[in-house]
């Protein structure tokens, strides 16, 4: 059962890394970091789907490997996504009546992933030839590794005092995205490449301030 896991999870494994090292890191105070380390989260989860696919079309794979690399994905955005932001949060000590944003916050993102969970089953079991589709419904739980980095790193350059009280919009603004039934186009070619030069340029300004 483990076994088939294989290297199709590499990417997720590091995400996933990433996130317990981020928590760990907020635990202790250094905020910066576990930004930074949610960062190296949103950008391993932005290509382990294209590697992934990439090993499935050159050794194949089964309906099984497919299915618990849905799972596996999931649960390791839960951790990234959501769980990571909380523990950021938290460390920063905000008022006790922001921790219902907080939850709001986790309850809409497990919402998403539940609905995304839902549809990625769907698919596997059809066999219908059909074009993969081009839009979301919602933002997806990964944007919050690009949405609270740059809110977070812009707000400690400008007013530092104010970081927790823009992290806590951050989460308001998109515990609410991620449930909105809008179309959020999915990323491709070039946009990889843009988020990934962004999440980078954002990773070091986060590790030198």
């Excluded at 849905?70 to 008022?95: K, N, Q, R």
């Excluded at 933002?139 to 350059?157: D, F």
């Amino acid at each position: 059962m483990v076994g088939s896991v294989k290297l199709a999870s590499a990417v997720t494994y590091l995400g996933v890394a990433a996130a317990v090292t981020g928590i760990g890191l907020a635990v202790h105070g250094r905020t910066h970091l576990a930004l930074a380390m949610l960062v190296t989260a949103g950008i391993a989860d932005l290509f382990d789907g294209p590697f992934a696919r990439h090993l499935a079309r050159r050794f194949g794979s089964t309906e099984q490997e497919r299915a618990q690399g849905i799972a596996m994905d999931s649960l390791a955005d839960t951790l990234s996504f959501l769980a990571l932001p909380a523990a950021i949060l938290a460390s920063l000590d905000p008022p006790a009546w922001a921790y219902a944003v907080v939850a709001g916050y986790v309850l809409a993102g497990l919402t998403r992933l539940a609905a995304f969970d839902v549809e990625a089953y769907a698919r596997l079991s059809t066999t219908d030839d059909a074009a993969p589709a081009t839009h979301y419904r919602g933002l997806p739980t990964t944007y919050a590794a690009l949405v609270l980095p740059v809110v977070g790193l812009g707000t400690a350059l400008v007013a530092p005092a104010a970081v927790v009280w823009a992290l806590l919009v951050g989460l308001g603004a998109l515990g609410v995205a991620f449930v909105a039934n809008v179309p959020v186009r999915k990323p491709r070619g070039a946009w990889y490449a843009a988020f990934a030069i962004l999440a980078v340029a954002v990773f070091t300004g986060l590790v030198i301030i």
